[in-house]
C-alpha cells in the first residue's frame, strides 16, 4: 500500500514548510507583537490565502484531479495535458479578474474585511495598501494549485509539497534584515514578499513539471465541455474544501473589533496547523488519488481498506497533538512567541486560543480525511452543503458568543464547534451510504489511542507545571525565555515518549501493522475483506 509512503514523503516536506513557517511566526510575534498594525497585516494576508484555498487548492483538490485522472487513463497524457492547459488558461483569466476587482474596490472593500479600522483614517489606509500589495499572491498559488495537482496524479509529491517553504524564506529574511523605521513599513515589506514568494513558487513548480514532461500551454480561454465539468465539480468542491478557510474570514473580521484579537487568533492557528498541515492536509492530498483510482477500478474493498487505514493513522497522530494543546497552551506558546513585542499578556490570550483550537483539531483533520470519498465519486455537492451548514453555525455563534461577552473567545469556541458540525455530518453521511464501514481493526485502535493521548495528556500536564520551576532553580543562570523553550522541549519529548509506550502497552500501535502498510506491493484486497467491516 503506496498511501502511508506517500503521506511520508508529503508530511516530511510540509513539517518542513510548518517549521519554517513557525521560525517566520516566532519572528513576526517579536517584531510586532499584538495590537492593531499586527491585527491588520494578518487580516489582509488572510483575504488572499482564504480565496486561495477557495479557488485554487479547494477546487483542484475537489475536481481537478478526478478529471485529470480519468483523463490520464482513458485518453493519456497528451489529452490529459491539453486539458490541464485549458483550465490552467480559464483559472488564470477568472482570477486575474478577480485581483484587478480588488485593486479597483479594495478601499471599499476594507470596511467589510476590517471593520476595526473604521474610523482610524491611517489604520484604514495601511489596511487597503496591504490588501493591493498581496492579492497578485493569488493569482500565482492558482497557477501553483493546478501544477501541484497534475504532478500529484503522477505520484510525484514532493516539490508540490516543497514548494510552498518559499513564503517562508522571503518573509523569514525580510524580518531577520528588518527593513524601515517603524511596523508600518516592516509589513509593507512583508506584504511585497508575500506576493515575491509566489512568483518563486510556480517557477518551481513549473521547472519540476517539465522535468516530469507534464506539458502546460496558456491558451485563449475556452469553456469547453472539459472545462465546463471542472466549473460544475469545482464550484461546490471548492466551497466544501475551504469551509475551514471561509470560517477563518468571518472569525477574523470580527476579531478586528478588539484590539489584539486577531493577532492572538493568528499565533494559535499557526500552532495547530502545525499537526493539521502534517496529517490532515497531507493525508487528503495522498488519499484522494488512493481513492479516484480504485473508484475508476471498482476496487471498492480496497478503498474501505484506505479509508480506515488513513482514519487510524489520522487518529494516531492527531489526537495526542490536539490533547497536547489543551493540557499546555501557556508553556507552547510562551515557549515558541514570548520575547521582543510578544507580551506575557498576549501569551495568556494566545494559549486559551489554543486550547480551544486544540478541541476542533481531531474534527478538522477529519474533514481533511473524510471529504475526498466524495471528491473521489464526483460528489462535490454533498460535503458542499455540510460545509455551508459549518459556516452558518460559525457565523451564527461567532456573533453570539462575541458579542454576548466572550469576546476572541467566542471566536475560537464557534470555529472549533463548526469544525465538528462538519465532520460528523461527513462522517454520518458515508457510513449511512455504505462508503465507510469501519473495519475491526479500527475499532479495536480507535478507543486505545484515545486512552493512550489521555494518558500522555496527563503527564504533559503535570510536566508543564513542574518543569519550569525545577529548571529555573537548578539552572539559575537561564534567562526566563530560555527556560520555558526547554520546558517545553523536554514536555513534549516526554510526552511523545510517555504516548508510544503506552500504544505498545495498550495494542494500540503494532509495529507489524504499520511495516505492512510500508510495503507498496501489498494491494488492499489481500489485507482486508467484506467480513472485517462492523
Known amino acids: 500500500m503506496r498511501l502511508l509512503r506517500n503521506l511520508g514523503v508529503i508530511s516530511s516536506l510540509t513539517l518542513l514548510s510548518r517549521v519554517a513557517g513557525l521560525a517566520r511566526e516566532m519572528l513576526t510575534a517579536a517584531r510586532l507583537g499584538a495590537g492593531p498594525v499586527a491585527d491588520t497585516f494578518f487580516q489582509a494576508m488572510t483575504i488572499p490565502n482564504t480565496f486561495r484555498r477557495v479557488l485554487a487548492e479547494g477546487a483542484f483538490n475537489a475536481a481537478f484531479v478526478p478529471l485529470y485522472g480519468r483523463e490520464l487513463e482513458g485518453k493519456g497524457r497528451e489529452e490529459a495535458d491539453r486539458f490541464a492547459s485549458e483550465a490552467l488558461s480559464f483559472m488564470v483569466t477568472v482570477t486575474g479578474a ?199 477500478t471498482g476496487d471498492e474493498t480496497g478503498g474501505h481498506f484506505a479509508m480506515n487505514r488513513a482514519l487510524e493513522i489520522s487518529l494516531a497522530l492527531t489526537l495526542p497533538a490536539a490533547l497536547a494543546l489543551v493540557a499546555m497552551p501557556e508553556l507552547i506558546t510562551a515557549g515558541i512567541y514570548e520575547r521582543g513585542a510578544f507580551s506575557a499578556a498576549d501569551t495568556r490570550n494566545t494559549g486559551i486560543a489554543l486550547a480551544i483550537a486544540g478541541l476542533g483539531l481531531p474534527a478538522f483533520v477529519l474533514v481533511k480525511v473524510l471529504a475526498p470519498a466524495f471528491f473521489a465519486r464526483e460528489d462535490t455537492k454533498t460535503p458542499m452543503r455540510f460545509a455551508l451548514a459549518a459556516v452558518a453555525v460559525n457565523f451564527v455563534f461567532a456573533l453570539a458568543l462575541f458579542f454576548g461577552g466572550l469576546g476572541f473567545v467566542g471566536l475560537a469556541i464557534a470555529s472549533s464547534l463548526a469544525g465538528w458540525v ?43 507545571a513542574w518543569l519550569p520551576g525545577l529548571i529555573t532553580a537548578s539552572l539559575p543562570m537561564l534567562g526566563t525565555s530560555l527556560v520555558t523553550l526547554v520546558s517545553l522541549i523536554l514536555a513534549v519529548g516526554a510526552g511523545g515518549g510517555v504516548f508510544g509506550g503506552a500504544c505498545l502497552a495498550l495494542g494500540a500501535l503494532r509495529p507489524s501493522e504499520f511495516a505492512e502498510a510500508l510495503r507498496p506491493q501489498r494491494d488492499a484486497k489481500t489485507v482486508t475483506s467484506p467480513d472485517d467491516a462492523v
Open 422 to 464: 462538519n465532520a460528523v455530518l461527513l462522517g454520518l453521511t458515508l457510513r449511512t451510504r455504505g462508503l465507510l464501514q469501519i473495519d475491526k481493526r479500527l475499532a479495536r485502535t480507535a478507543p486505545r489511542l484515545l486512552l493512550a493521548a489521555l494518558i500522555m495528556a496527563g503527564t504533559v500536564w503535570a510536566l508543564a
Open 98 to 296: 478577480l485581483v484587478i476587482a480588488f485593486q479597483i474596490f479594495a478601499p471599499w472593500l476594507a470596511y467589510a474585511f476590517f471593520p476595526g479600522r473604521i474610523g482610524d483614517p491611517d489604520g484604514m489606509a495601511l489596511a487597503v495598501l496591504l490588501l493591493q500589495i498581496m492579492m497578485p499572491y493569488l493569482l500565482t498559488m492558482v497557477v501553483a494549485a493546478l501544477i501541484s495537482g497534475g504532478l500529484n496524479s503522477h505520484g510525484r509529491f514532493a516539490m508540490a509539497a516543497f514548494a510552498p517553504v518559499a513564503l517562508n524564506l522571503v518573509m523569514i529574511a525580510v524580518l531577520a534584515f528588518n527593513p524601515g523605521d517603524s511596523t508600518d513599513e516592516l509589513v509593507v515589506w512583508l506584504a511585497w514578499g508575500v506576493t515575491l514568494s509566489g512568483a518563486a513558487q510556480v517557477a518551481m513548480l513549473w521547472t519540476s513539471a517539465a522535468r516530469a514532461r507534464l506539458r502546460l500551454r496558456v491558451l485563449p480561454p475556452k469553456l469547453t465541455p472539459r472545462v465546463k465539468r471542472l466549473i460544475a465539480l469545482g464550484i461546490p468542491g471548492a466551497i466544501a474544501a475551504s469551509a475551514v478557510q471561509i470560517n477563518v474570514v468571518v472569525t477574523s473580521s470580527i476579531a478586528t473589533l478588539e484590539e489584539g484579537a486577531r493577532s492572538w487568533l493568528n499565533y494559535a492557528e499557526r500552532l495547530y496547523q502545525l499537526p493539521l498541515g502534517m496529517i490532515g492536509i497531507a493525508m487528503g492530498i495522498a488519499l484522494l488519488p488512493n481513492l479516484t483510482r480504485r473508484v475508476r
